[in-house]
């Protein structure tokens, strides 16, 4: 079988394993949400919506529920009057925080270059 054709029948999956986490974990706003929840603890929405000042109020019940569907948050609700909600990173969830301190580590140390390689290619 030639290189392309063995190319174009490669499941992404198999070609990329780790892309459904990235699919996951680094949509627009998961990163952000589930840093705030790991630095911050148990928050209620507005709590979140504060500390996450772009994110409106639609897309951020749209990724707390998809979190919660994809198990990296808890949603806890209290039958009181009015009633109250409260997010929190989940164990798996919490399972993710190696993973963002190596990215944070790696941010800390290659986005100059990664800046000044834009730079240089924007000059051309």
Do not use: N
């Not at 929405?45 to 772009?54: A, D, S």
């Not at 989940?90 to 990215?103: D, I, N, T, V």
């Amino acid at each position: 079988m030639r290189m392309e054709a063995q190319a174009a029948t490669t499941d992404p999956q198999l070609a990329c394993p780790i892309g459904p986490v990235v699919d996951i974990v680094f949509s627009r706003w998961t990163t952000p949400i589930l840093w705030s929840l790991h630095a911050h603890g148990r928050q209620r929405f507005v709590e979140l919506e504060r500390r996450i000042t772009r994110i409106t109020p639609k897309v951020l019940t749209q990724r707390l529920r998809q979190l919660e569907r994809d198990g990296l948050v808890v949603r806890t609700y209290y039958p009181e009057v009015p009633p109250r909600v409260e997010y929190e990173i989940s164990e798996l969830g919490r399972s993710l925080a190696p993973l963002f301190a190596h990215l944070a580590e790696w941010s800390a140390g290659h986005l100059d270059e990664v800046e000044r390689a834009r730079q240089a290619y924007d000059a051309v």
